[in-house]
T-cell receptor
Framework: AQSVTQLGSHVSVSEGALVLLRCNYS??????LFWYVQYPNQGLQLLLK??????LVKGINGFEAEFKKSETSFHLTKPSAHMSDAAEYFC???????????????FGQGTILTVHP | DAGITQSPRHKVTETGTPVTLRCHQT?????MYWYRQDPGHGLRLIHY???????DKGEVSDGYSVSRSKTEDFLLTLESATSSQTSVYFC????????????FGPGTRLTVL
């Protein structure tokens, strides 16, 4: 079984400040890890993903995440927040077990990011 | 744009009535999924499909059934809707399974009165 925990359902930062959204996972096999973003009344959009290549993954809109196996973490960061970053962010895990996982995702509970001027 | 449409986009129905939601893709991808999104729970997998007529249950499948008679369409049916099924439903597609990006549709907001 696999699971994802996102620490903090709400995170508030000032414009220009560091964004840090925390994600810890549990998986019995090597994982694939994803961060998605959801803007109000829209579907989910991929920010970045880890698929066992480089542990530091760069995504869209200046976001990046680092896979730390020893800490079972995949935290999302952005050096300088912008007002347009306000959204809900989801961390997700998928089993790296060949074709048997069918690409199914297990999501965390989500973190709402608020950016103050 | 991943070529995914969902219909209807909004629906209000009454307890006990059957409801069918449709997901349509234009990319002929093999894998399709249905999720529900509820505050505090993120997205939870209802059912998924790995080919025409090949479907299986996810973690919250009770009260739901699915069908996939064509590659491009994946239908989710609530046989007898209950208020606990009020949610936002998302369809997703995946070109080739494990490790690949899932692309999400715009969602269907369902309210069961």
């Amino acid at each position: 079984a696999q699971s994802v925990t996102q620490l903090g359902s709400h995170v508030s930062v000032s414009e220009g400040a560091l964004v840090l959204l925390r994600c810890n996972y549990s998986s019995s096999v090597p994982p694939y890890l994803f961060w998605y973003v959801q803007y109000p009344n829209q579907g989910l959009q991929l920010l970045l993903k880890y698929t066992s290549a480089a542990t530091l993954v760069k995504g869209i809109n200046g976001f990046e995440a680092e896979f730390k196996k020893s800490e079972t973490s995949f935290h999302l960061t952005k050096p300088s927040a912008h007002m347009s970053d306000a959204a809900e962010y989801f961390c997700a895990v998928s089993r790296n077990a060949g074709g048997t996982s069918y690409g199914k995702l297990t999501f965390g509970q989500g973190t709402i990011l608020t950016v103050h001027p | 744009d991943a070529g995914i449409t969902q219909s209807p986009r909004h629906k209000v129905t009454e307890t006990g009535t059957p409801v069918t939601l449709r997901c349509h893709q234009t990319e002929n991808h093999r894998y399709m999924y249905w999720y529900r999104q509820d505050p505090g729970h993120g997205l939870r997998l209802i059912h998924y499909s790995y080919g025409v007529k090949d479907t299986d249950k996810g973690e919250v499948s009770d009260g739901y059934s699915v069908s996939r008679s064509k590659t491009e369409d994946f239908l989710l049916t609530l046989e007898s809707a209950t208020s606990s099924q009020t949610s936002v439903y998302f369809c997703a597609i995946n070109p080739s399974g494990a490790g690949n990006t899932q692309y999400f549709g715009p969602g269907t907001r369902l309210t069961v009165l």
